[in-house]
């Protein structure tokens, strides 16, 4: 069963009582909300993710809920609820949807240290895949929206998971967040990319969610072995080109990007060694989305 | 109400084997109460040990091998923070005894096993605290804590240094000169725990404490602390160290002869009655009856045993009942008092107080 398989008005009853068991590639969420933004976030952006049944086994359990005192009824707020405890200040109800967002991010990237986790998208073609790790402004969530409507599957816009064993990458395929001018840019792309309603003055600037292909959904249990590490950087007018960037730099700067390599030790050090062994490192400066297309669709031709 | 009779983690500890059997829902029910409890890489460690690994549906093994993937990478960081505490204190020449979680560590005891904990300790003689704190500072690590009081509170009242941070590592070094504050109604004279500390094999410059020592300290540790999230954690730890000590002979008559000479009958008597409640720890007969001196009237008894049995559960709503949070405040409410004489509490928990309103309008 999928989410839109659920009426509106028993998926508000699930999220409202027992709780959705959402399947994000390997996770298993239960969220409970009575907020209607988490609702309409849910129903627009996972509407084709699977769920789970109570009898099963679900990996964080959360919840987007107002404080218990007086504060809901002045200036609305609601806190993010990893399992009775909140691992952030609260934030105004607007950004509810979110905040769900964030709070998922975060369950996968402070305990799912099965994988060695970067802050990256991933992308796949033709059974390899591109990672993009970058610091926030980049312009990274906005080259993997483009690319996942030319031809590209989502692995994720977030997080790369890494499965030191068999180097392979393991998607999530959740909804890729866009920010400030990249919304407009997105739309301009794609007519049909299923943004989420913009929500204004968050602590990253005005977000709107882009629905994931329903393709990368329905293909979230297929991993793809890494090929590609590239570090974008937008920068108006440029003509994107690709340049081989130094393994030894790459390397330093995934570590930086690593949201665990604490939690794994001399192991998660060799791990990534061995992944920066088997990718082609290049940095992509680029001004136009179009454009940059092209260039990932003749690498991804490359033998 | 004698509180809560059981919990999905103490259960587990007690006999892994149980764990062969589990439906999905009671694997989430541990999993849930292990990760606030801290800990699931002790659960998952024991049950990769009785060999239970294939056992394990495959959603909660991934969180198991999470759990041991941070067990094996806190091992080695231990061991080289210690290696660092080690070479930045050599040339001082006092004696350096490493507490609780690192000297379980580095002692290799059974109870370092999956044991998950940030901070390194460390005990030193009170005389020698001046040159430690310089030797460790040019070496990286520097006081937190800046506020005028807080360092007064420390430095005058408390039986540690403000907590140490390392500058590049960002690891936090606690630096002890004994194991109760100045200020607490029970002095444990810390030159006693010196003299009988041990070498360790692994890191000739440092020590750790007499076996027995060990457990006091963990005893007096958990029950006069304030905050018991970790307090299964605890409680597992001295179960596994009375297990490992208690097969040398007089083991049981030196642990409660030592508890009297150091004035922690009191907190002894309370970690044998719960760690046998708790994990079934096989406590001697004769230690029991040793120590009846110690316990407090029974209707106290009685009361401790209710507020116990709840607040050393897991701190997840699944392992607590309507009296859960009374039994905690009640704790938080015991320690300070054990902790401060009475003007000292009133002037520390208002200037709390006030600095709260300081900082969050």
Same mark, same amino acid.
Not at chain 1, 9 to 37: D, M
Not at chain 1, 64 to 81: I, K, T, Y
Not at chain 2, 95 to 109: C, N, Q, R, T
Not at chain 2, 261 to 289: G, H, I, K, N, Q
């Given at each position: 069963?999928?989410?839109?398989?659920?009426?509106?008005?028993?998926?508000?009853? !699930?999220?409202?009582?027992?709780?959705?068991?959402?399947?994000?590639?390997?996770?298993?969420?239960?969220?409970?909300?009575?907020?209607?933004?988490?609702?309409?976030?849910?129903?627009?952006? +996972?509407?084709?993710?699977?769920?789970?049944?109570? @009898?099963?086994?679900?990996?964080?359990?959360?919840?987007?809920?107002?404080?218990?005192?007086?504060?809901?009824?002045?200036?609305?707020?609601?806190?993010?609820?990893?399992?009775?405890?909140?691992?952030?200040?609260?934030?105004?109800?607007?950004?509810?949807?979110?905040?769900?967002?964030?709070?998922?991010?975060?369950?996968?990237?402070?305990?799912?240290?099965?994988?060695?986790?970067?802050?990256?998208?991933?992308?796949?073609?033709?059974?390899?895949?591109?990672?993009?790790?970058?610091?926030?402004?980049?312009?990274?969530? !906005?080259?993997?929206?483009?690319?996942?409507?030319?031809?590209?599957?989502?692995?994720?816009? @977030?997080?790369?998971?890494?499965?030191?064993?068999?180097?392979?990458?393991?998607?999530?395929?959740?909804?890729?967040?866009?920010?400030?001018?990249?919304?407009?840019?997105?739309?301009?792309?794609?007519?049909?990319?299923?943004?989420?309603?913009?929500? &204004?003055? !968050?602590?990253?600037?005005?977000?709107?969610?882009? &629905?994931?292909?329903?393709?990368?959904?329905?293909?979230?249990? @297929?991993?793809?072995?890494?090929?590609?590490?590239?570090?974008?950087? +937008?920068?108006?007018?440029?003509?994107?080109?690709?340049?081989?960037?130094?393994?030894?730099?790459?390397?330093?700067?995934?570590?930086?990007?690593?949201?665990?390599?604490?939690?794994?030790?001399?192991?998660?050090?060799?791990?990534?060694? &061995?992944?920066?062994?088997?990718?082609?490192?290049?940095?992509?400066?680029?001004?136009?989305? @179009?454009?940059?297309?092209?260039?990932?669709?003749?690498?991804?031709?490359?033998? | 109400?004698?509180?809560?009779?059981?919990?999905?983690?103490?259960?587990?500890?007690?006999?892994?084997?149980?764990?062969?059997?589990?439906?999905?829902?009671?694997?989430?029910?541990?999993?849930?109460?292990?990760?606030?409890?801290?800990?699931?890489?002790?659960?998952?460690?024991?049950?990769?040990?009785?060999?239970?690994?294939?056992?394990?549906?495959?959603?909660?093994?991934?969180?198991?091998?999470?759990?041991?993937?941070?067990?094996?990478?806190? #091992?080695?960081?231990?061991?080289?923070?210690?290696?660092?505490?080690?070479?930045?204190?050599?040339?001082?020449?006092?004696?350096?005894?490493?507490?609780?979680? =690192?000297?379980?560590?580095?002692?290799?005891?059974?109870?370092?096993?999956?044991?998950?904990?940030?901070?390194?300790?460390?005990?030193?003689?009170?005389?020698?605290?001046?040159?430690?704190?310089?030797? $460790?500072?040019?070496?990286?690590?520097?006081?937190?804590?800046?506020? #005028?009081?807080?360092?007064?509170?420390?430095?005058?009242?408390?039986?540690?240094?403000?907590?140490?941070?390392?500058?590049?590592?960002?690891?936090?070094?606690?630096?002890?000169? #004994?194991?109760?504050?100045?200020?607490?109604?029970?002095?444990?004279?810390?030159?006693?725990?010196?003299?009988?500390?041990?070498?360790?094999?692994?890191?000739?410059?440092?020590?750790?404490?007499?076996?027995?020592?060990?457990? $006091?300290?963990? #005893?007096?540790?958990?029950?006069?602390?304030? /905050?018991?999230?970790?307090?299964?954690?605890?409680?597992?730890?001295?179960?596994?160290?009375?297990?490992?000590?208690?097969?040398?002979?007089?083991?049981?008559?030196?642990?409660?002869?030592?508890?009297?000479?150091?004035?922690?009958?009191?907190?002894?008597?309370?970690?044998?009655?719960?760690?046998?409640?708790?994990? /079934?720890?096989?406590?001697?007969?004769?230690? $029991?009856?040793?120590?009846?001196?110690?316990?407090?009237?029974?209707?106290?008894?009685?009361?401790?045993?209710?507020?116990?049995?709840?607040?050393?559960?897991?701190?997840?709503?699944? =392992?607590? /009942?309507?009296?859960?949070?009374?039994?905690?405040?009640?704790?938080?409410?015991?320690?300070?008092?054990?902790?401060?004489?009475?003007?000292? $509490?009133?002037?520390?928990?208002?200037?709390?107080?006030?600095?709260?309103?300081? =900082?969050?309008?």
């Amino acid at each position: 069963m999928i989410v839109a398989d659920l009426p509106v008005g028993r998926l508000a009853a !699930t999220l409202a009582g027992p709780g959705l068991r959402l399947r994000t590639g390997p996770v298993v969420t239960r969220i409970r909300s009575t907020v209607p933004e988490v609702l309409a976030g849910i129903a627009l952006h +996972y509407s084709q993710h699977p769920i789970e049944d109570d @009898e099963g086994f679900a990996d964080f359990h959360v919840q987007v809920r107002p404080p218990p005192s007086f504060r809901r009824w002045v200036a609305p707020q609601l806190f993010f609820d990893f399992d009775g405890m909140p691992p952030f200040r609260p934030l105004p109800r607007a950004q509810a949807f979110p905040m769900l967002e964030w709070g998922l991010n975060w369950c996968v990237s402070s305990h799912a240290h099965q994988y060695l986790i970067f802050h990256a998208a991933v992308v796949e073609r033709g059974g390899r895949a591109l990672i993009l790790p970058a610091p926030p402004g980049s312009g990274k969530s !906005t080259l993997c929206a483009g690319l996942v409507h030319r031809g590209w599957r989502l692995l994720s816009d @977030e997080l790369a998971l890494l499965e030191p064993d068999t180097q392979a990458l393991v998607p999530l395929a959740r909804p890729v967040s866009l920010k400030n001018a990249s919304i407009d840019v997105i739309r301009g792309f794609a007519a049909d990319a299923g943004l989420g309603p913009i929500v &204004k003055d !968050t602590i990253k600037g005005a977000v709107a969610h882009m &629905k994931p292909p329903v393709d990368s959904v329905r293909r979230a249990g @297929e991993k793809a072995l890494p090929r590609w590490i590239v570090w974008p950087r +937008y920068e108006a007018g440029t003509v994107g080109r690709l340049t081989a960037w130094p393994k030894s730099r790459s390397f330093m700067r995934l570590a930086e990007n690593a949201f665990n390599s604490s939690e794994h030790g001399r192991s998660g050090f060799e791990s990534m060694a &061995k992944l920066i062994d088997r990718c082609d490192c290049f940095e992509f400066v680029y001004g136009d989305l @179009e454009q940059a297309a092209t260039v990932f669709a003749a690498l991804a031709q490359q033998e | 109400m004698t509180g809560l009779s059981e919990d999905a983690v103490s259960t587990a500890l007690r006999s892994i084997d149980l764990v062969s059997h589990y439906t999905l829902q009671q694997w989430e029910a541990l999993i849930r109460q292990a990760r606030p409890a801290n800990v699931l890489s002790r659960i998952a460690l024991s049950v990769a040990d009785a060999g239970l690994m294939d056992r394990v549906p495959a959603a909660p093994r991934a969180h198991l091998q999470a759990a041991i993937t941070v067990a094996h990478a806190q #091992a080695e960081a231990v061991r080289q923070e210690v290696a660092h505490i080690e070479r930045a204190l050599a040339p001082l020449a006092t004696d350096v005894i490493l507490l609780k979680g =690192a000297a379980y560590f580095m002692a290799e005891l059974p109870a370092a096993r999956g044991r998950v904990f940030s901070d390194v300790d460390i005990l030193v003689p009170r005389d020698a605290l001046p040159q430690v704190e310089a030797e $460790l500072m040019l070496n990286g690590w520097a006081t937190t804590h800046l506020h #005028a009081y807080d360092q007064r509170y420390y430095r005058r009242w408390m039986h540690e240094l403000p907590p140490m941070l390392h500058v590049t590592r960002n690891t936090v070094l606690d630096v002890h000169h #004994a194991i109760l504050p100045a200020t607490a109604r029970l002095r444990p004279d810390s030159r006693k725990l010196i003299a009988a500390s041990r070498a360790l094999e692994s890191a000739p410059g440092l020590r750790v404490l007499a076996p027995v020592d060990m457990i $006091l300290h963990s #005893a007096t540790h958990l029950f006069y602390n304030e /905050d018991l999230s970790s307090g299964l954690r605890d409680i597992a730890d001295l179960d596994s160290l009375m297990r490992g000590f208690s097969a040398a002979p007089e083991f049981w008559r030196e642990l409660t002869e030592r508890a009297a000479e150091l004035d922690l009958t009191r907190p002894l008597f309370y970690a044998l009655r719960y760690s046998a409640r708790m994990m /079934d720890t096989p406590v001697a007969p004769s230690a $029991l009856r040793a120590l009846a001196s110690a316990a407090p009237p029974s209707w106290v008894v009685s009361m401790m045993d209710s507020i116990y049995m709840r607040a050393l559960r897991p701190h997840h709503s699944l =392992a607590e /009942d309507a009296l859960t949070p009374f039994a905690r405040r009640a704790l938080y409410v015991r320690a300070h008092w054990l902790r401060m004489p009475p003007h000292l $509490l009133a002037l520390h928990l208002s200037v709390k107080a006030l600095r709260r309103e300081e =900082a969050d309008p």
